[in-house]
């Protein structure tokens, strides 16, 4: 069985960018375009991991790892992020409601190297 990612964000070109490397690299990409929809998607396909953007319309990343977290403790959620320095990035990783904090752009190598470190853990 192949792992599920959940990719949460409101910027079409990340999906489609995700959704091929993921299918590519034999994993199964789900998407959401912000964070009320990610955290029903996640409620209901329990992904392995999360990819989060902070930034999005309606419920931003930090509401939404927040809620994730309330509904399962063990979930695993990775912070996406332009803006790394945003208070909400910064406290959503000091709470503990994301594992780390990847900042834009990045190299799909190095995402994938990061999801496979979290995933192992």
């Not at 599920?4 to 070109?13: K, P």
């Amino acid at each position: 069985m192949s792992m599920t990612i959940l990719i949460v964000d409101d910027n079409e070109a990340i999906h489609e960018l995700f959704q091929e490397y993921c299918t590519a690299q034999g994993y199964c990409a789900e998407s959401a375009r912000n964070g009320e929809e990610g955290l029903a998607k996640y409620c209901a396909i329990k992904p392995d991991i999360v990819l989060m953007d902070m930034r999005m319309p309606i419920m931003n990343g930090y509401e939404a790892s927040k809620g994730i977290k309330s509904v399962d403790p063990d979930a695993k959620i990775l912070l996406v992020t332009g803006h790394p320095e945003d208070p909400l990035a910064t406290k959503s990783l000091a709470e503990g409601y994301v594992r780390t904090i990847i900042p834009k752009p990045f190299t799909l190598g190095m995402l994938f190297q990061e999801i496979n470190r979290t995933l192992a853990a």
